[in-house]
């Protein structure tokens, strides 16, 4: 799994590691001084020169990078060809579709200026970033993020051993297409949980579902670490900066943060109820019958095969005894269309699933390493050896 292990030879990870690097000096060979100066970060390490790599956001804020619209449409390709080395697929589908959402949105809201800038709902307002000098052997990693996508990637000695947080969203989250489609980029990763907790019997059902009403957004925020006790953010405060300079915009934002927290309805008791704790909530696989952990598996994989293959830790849960401490918990109504949440938690893993914005829809999900999101522990161990 990566984040779990220094790399050894023949791992496939480094194949993936190899595309990435290969990808990334492409990229950055194609750009020009001014655009390498925001396109690069010191490399992966500890201290604060690490920190900026930490940083990740979800909502439409600066997410730190040479963004597309600052790239001619070569380099575009380019910044592309990178993107998708980290992805499979249907993830580079997904997030290609989500980026495509800021039009839908821009005329879902009128088309409106908003956040204090030109183009409020903007698909040219994602960001790409190397930290570090990518390479055969060496210690680097890269991160892509706008408006519902974070993908954040780690390198070490020539493999990729960290792919979280990995972050997608989808606002609006069903919209229509003609001949009565409905676009839905993430609607198994909403249905097949929904699925799941209906098909508990009642006993678990009523241990599943930890409140009748749903957070706001992700409990766990954007926080560079989680932490028991760890609850939601107003989404005020979960932009890069504490305030728009243009004090109209930052009432407006304040205004939209204020609303959707009280639409929650969320005090004390609630928030106790559905804050992260180190020891997970709701009810374990260990329970489940075969249909249900088939569920659950399938559940997973619109998680963890958001990632190549080579590097995506889904095939460990072909175990049911890996799966068996595998917990998932719901607040909120398990009606189709009615605002909820839902996380699934187990050693080394952190899945959170909202829908709650609005009318339910408008949302979000994230996949998490809760003990070492950006290959933490992996870069510890690695500076241990190189100086042991």
């Given amino acids: 799994m990566p984040g779990s292990e220094l790399p050894t030879d023949g791992d496939p990870a480094r194949a993936v590691a190899r595309r990435m690097a290969e990808a990334a000096a492409l990229w950055l060979d194609g750009l020009d ?19 900026e790599r930490r940083r990740w956001f979800y909502p439409p804020t600066d997410h730190g990078g040479l963004t597309l619209h600052d790239q001619r449409p070569a380099q575009q ?40 800038r030109e183009r409020g709902r903007d698909p040219g307002l994602y960001y790409l970033r190397v930290f570090g000098e990518p390479g055969e052997r060496s210690t680097w990693g890269w991160r892509f993020g706008g408006h519902h996508v974070s993908l954040n990637n780690l390198v070490v000695d020539g ?12 606002d609006p989250a069903a919209s ?7 676009d839905r980029p993430l609607g198994r990763v909403e249905d097949l949980a929904r699925d799941l907790v209906r098909s508990l019997p009642r006993d678990l059902a009523a241990r599943a579902v930890l409140l009748d009403r749903a957070p706001s957004d992700l409990v766990t925020a954007n926080r560079t670490t989680v932490a028991p006790g760890d609850r939601v953010i107003p989404l005020a ?4 900066d504490e305030r728009f300079p243009d004090a109209a915009e930052q009432t407006k934002l304040q205004a939209m943060s204020d609303a959707i927290d009280e639409a929650a309805g969320f005090g004390e008791e609630e928030h106790s109820a559905v804050a992260y704790s180190a020891e997970p909530r709701g009810v374990a696989a260990a329970e489940f019958d075969a249909g249900q952990r088939g569920v659950l598996r399938a559940l997973l994989g619109t998680y963890l095969d958001r990632v190549p293959a080579e590097v995506s830790p889904l095939r460990r849960y072909d175990d049911d005894a890996a799966l068996a401490s595998v917990h998932i918990a719901w607040a909120g109504s398990t009606e189709p269309g009615a605002p909820h949440y839902y996380r699934v938690q187990g050693p080394r893993l952190l899945i959170e699933w909202d ?34």
């Fill in 355 to 388: 829908n709650t914005q609005r009318g339910a829809n408008h949302a979000h999900s994230v996949w998490r390493d809760p003990v070492a999101d950006f290959g933490l522990d992996v870069l510890a161990r690695h500076r241990a050896a190189a100086h042991g």
């Fill in 77 to 116: 390709r380019a910044a592309m060809r990178l993107v998708a080395s980290g992805l499979s697929t249907p993830a580079y589908v997904t997030v290609a579709t989500i980026i495509g959402l800021e039009n839908v949105l821009d005329q879902t809201e009128g088309f409106v200026t908003r956040f204090d």
């Fill in 237 to 240: 405060g979960i932009w890069r």
């Fill in 176 to 182: 229509p297409f003609l001949g009565g489609a409905v």
């Fill in 33 to 51: 001084a001014e655009q390498r100066r925001a396109a690069t970060g010191p490399g992966p390490g500890d201290g604060s020169s690490d920190a």
């Fill in 159 to 170: 493999a990729v051993v960290a792919t979280t947080p990995c972050f997608l969203g989808a």
